[in-house]
């Protein structure tokens, strides 16, 4: 059985409540144990409000980047957190990222912090750089069957998967870094848990963020590559910390900014 702390189902809507429904019905099965399954939604009559029942589970009415500065609280980081986690859905914001940059703003107050567009493709099958500024990569150049759990044999071409998204941003990561101090990458890789739902443990963000500081603690700065993935899809952008500045330089707003307004 797969014990784990508190769940967090970012988002109220179908997937939302696909998800619900298939982590309650693992715990019935005695295949999953959790502390408290939490369903986050800003709309408090979201689809999956109605099946908010039984016992330890939650809707958490509220913007997502406002629970995640709770739920990720590093204040809060304990033995409780290492079992925490974050189950995403497919059209969710890039909201990691989001919660990165926050940090990264209130380690570095006098420093210059933007979250940049990836502007070079990694090169996988799909490969697009959208207007939001995050580029969504996968693997796949065919339709993938609702709800894969992306298993070593590819159901969709009845082969053996032979990517993983994981190595592909390293890879990726390693040629950016031979232009600018890059840290490690933070990568959220959603995993298939139990019944068909992937997640990726709260701790995630902490780590990709402890690896980043004494990068960009350096007074030249350094960039982080954030990516939500899986094995197959992905999300990629670009968390950058400017350098010191001088004592008689103002701040200025570094060319190629995106999200001017985060996602709620």
């Not at 429904?21 to 999953?32: D, E, I, M, S, Y």
């Not at 509220?62 to 957190?81: C, G, M």
Request: glycine letters at 6%; proline letters at 9%.
């Amino acid at each position: 059985m797969i014990e784990l702390g508190d769940i967090a189902i970012m988002g109220g809507g179908c997937y939302g409540s696909f998800y619900l429904g298939q982590l309650t019905t693992a715990r019935r099965k005695v295949a999953l144990r959790f502390r408290r399954l939490l369903v986050v939604d800003q709309d408090p009559g979201c689809q999956a409000a109605a099946h908010v029942v039984e016992p330890g589970c939650e809707l958490v009415v509220s913007p997502w980047n406002d629970f995640l500065d709770r739920y990720l609280d590093p204040t809060r980081r304990d033995l409780d957190h290492l079992t925490d986690t974050i189950v995403p859905t497919p059209l969710m914001p890039h909201l990691l990222a989001h919660w990165l940059e926050r940090r990264a703003r209130t380690r570095w107050p006098d420093r210059e912090v933007s979250l940049l567009p990836a502007e070079v493709p990694l090169g996988t099958p799909y490969d697009r750089l959208h207007h939001d500024g995050v580029r969504y990569v996968s693997f796949a150049d065919w339709l993938c069957p609702t709800h894969c759990v992306e298993p070593l044999l590819c159901p969709a071409i009845k082969a053996p998967r032979t990517w993983e998204m994981a190595d592909a941003v390293t890879a990726w990561t390693r040629d950016h870094a031979r232009n600018r101090p890059t840290a490690a990458p933070a990568l959220f890789n959603c995993r298939h848990t139990a019944f068909g739902v992937g997640m990726y443990p709260a701790h995630a963000a902490f780590d990709g963020f402890a690896r980043f500081v004494p990068v960009a603690d350096a007074a030249t700065g350094a960039d982080l590559v954030i990516g939500s993935i899986s094995s197959c899809h992905g999300a990629i952008a670009l968390l950058r910390v400017g350098p010191v500045r001088s004592a008689n330089q103002p701040p200025r707003e570094p060319e190629g900014v995106l999200y001017s307004q985060p996602y709620d």
